[in-house]
């Protein structure tokens, strides 16, 4: 008479091998939910970093693009902007109130990694230790190039240096010059 087993269950391999098939399987997710998560936080760092780029690309450079006089004291690292501004009730610029008829002067400063605007702070995470004047000024006054040197922080917690350098041409300095020297039809 031949014995018959009676199946009342998995014997100890085959839970041991559907536990391993099944941690693997969860260890795979894992990986897949943290990579996408690392990839997501990188990708919100980038949009913050064009976001503030964007935002002191346009504000510097409409202010400077309708300046008659640029100034920059590489000890201090200041710009001046000197320009016509409009006279209130037009909104202030970086705190400052056009007059009537007169041009004002707007001061932009790069120090502590943050550059500010008449004290106000325009973008934060600049590198502190950038050693090189971060405006330069043509010869002719004509244009000004700015240079500045953002940070973000990489995925594995790394600071990742940035230069941004754009140039801003002065409309009314050219145009000044321009109606200076006479013109033949």
């Not at 941690?23 to 897949?32: A, D, F, N, S």
């Not at 610029?93 to 002067?105: D, K, M, R």
Request: aromatic share 8%; proline share 5%.
């Amino acid at each position: 008479m031949r014995l018959q087993r009676l199946a009342a269950g998995f014997t100890l391999v085959e839970l041991l091998v559907a536990m391993l098939i099944g941690l693997l399987l969860v260890g795979g997710i894992l990986h897949i939910v943290l990579s996408t998560q690392a990839t997501y936080r990188e990708a919100q760092r980038f949009a913050t970093l064009q976001d503030k780029v964007r935002f002191t690309t346009d504000f510097m450079a409409r202010d400077i693009r309708g300046a008659s006089t640029v100034i920059f004291d590489p000890t201090t690292h200041e710009l001046s902007v000197i320009r016509a501004r409009q006279p209130p009730p037009a909104p202030a610029w970086c705190g400052v109130h056009g007059i009537a008829n007169q041009e004002t002067t707007v001061r932009y400063r790069m120090t502590d990694g943050a550059l500010t605007c008449e004290g106000q702070e325009i973008v934060r995470d600049l590198d502190p230790d950038y050693t090189n004047p971060w405006i330069q000024i043509d010869p002719s006054g004509h244009f000004v190039t700015i240079s500045l040197p953002l940070q973000s922080i990489g995925a594995n917690g790394d600071l990742i240096d940035h230069l941004l350098q754009f140039q801003i041409a002065l409309r009314n300095a050219i145009l000044a010059d321009y109606n200076s020297v006479p013109h033949s039809n």
